[in-house]
């Protein structure tokens, strides 16, 4: 599994040292220089990483603030980079990063950071990877019974090929069992989208830990693997200088 980050960042410095190390952990770099554009990248495309130079570029702080209210990447791992003058670690955690890297950046604090943040972004790319799977499901809204055909899953949810339409505004459960395990799993979910050829997305609720387990487990199992990070892992949040 090659993961992907967006590095915004006008320091050739910053772009020196960061670019080799994110790559040698086999993490895809897509460098840009400009704030407004990186807005745009981020409401369009999915990160696993989001680098922001935040003291030294121009509205980078902006697209910092503004991170966990897109869509796409507003779970993603968020690394602020610091000058020591203008933004305090405490005001970038206040808004949403994950970790601090202060300049100067040198290689080994660099590797330091990604390293401890690997796990995290691992953790959030099988979170929202769908893995296509297919396998009947058993569709119960309210005094409803219908059957299904699976298409994806993911830990969030489940796509669909139902051979009824479902209630309006019905809260399904479903009963399947996934592939090659013997765990009948019993789950609510909501309606996340629908489209008139009969395919519905399903969010995932209340799922009991058992259940939880067979589904990570599963999930992870069928989930190209990626070079496991050290042991050691950084909280809520992490300042490398």
């Known amino acids: ?3 992907e980050s967006l590095l ?7 772009m020196r040292v960061l670019r080799p190390t994110l790559e040698k952990l086999s993490i895809e770099v897509e460098i840009c220089q400009e704030a407004k554009k990186a807005t745009e990248i981020l409401i369009a495309e ?13 509205g980078g702080l902006e697209v910092l603030q503004g991170l966990r209210n897109t869509p796409s990447n507003k779970n993603s791992v968020a690394f ?14 206040a808004m949403g990063v994950n970790f601090v890297l202060q300049k100067p950046i040198t290689p080994l604090n660099a590797s330091r950071c990604f390293n401890a943040a690997l796990n995290f972004m691992v953790r959030e790319r099988r979170r929202y990877h769908r893995q296509p ?13 219908i059957k299904a055909t699976s298409t994806d899953i993911s830990e969030g ?10 209630p309006k505004n019905a809260t399904p459960r479903l009963q399947f069992t996934l592939p090659d395990t ?3 799993i019993d789950i609510e979910t909501e309606v996340a989208w629908a489209d008139l050829k009969g395919r519905v997305g399903l969010r995932f609720r209340n799922v009991d830990a058992s259940s939880q387990e067979v589904l ?7 989930t190209p693997k990626q070079a496991s990070a050290p042991k050691e892992q950084a909280g809520s949040g992490s300042v490398v200088q």
Do not use: P
């Not at 915004?8 to 910053?14: G, I, N, W």
């Not at 999915?46 to 121009?58: E, G, H, N, P, S």
């Open 157 to 166: 949810g489940i796509a669909l090929l139902l051979h009824q339409a479902l």
């Open 80 to 93: 602020a980079v610091l000058n020591g003058k203008k933004t305090t670690t405490q005001e970038a955690f």
């Open 46 to 58: 999915k990160f696993d990483a989001v680098i922001v130079d935040c003291d030294d570029l121009r």
């Open 216 to 222: 990570e487990k599963w999930l992870n199992e069928k």
């Open 8 to 14: 915004l960042s006008r320091d050739a410095e910053v």
């Open 1 to 3: 599994m090659t993961l």
């Open 182 to 184: 013997t765990h009948s």
């Open 133 to 145: 799977v297919k396998m009947l499901v058993r569709v119960v809204a309210g005094e409803k019974e």
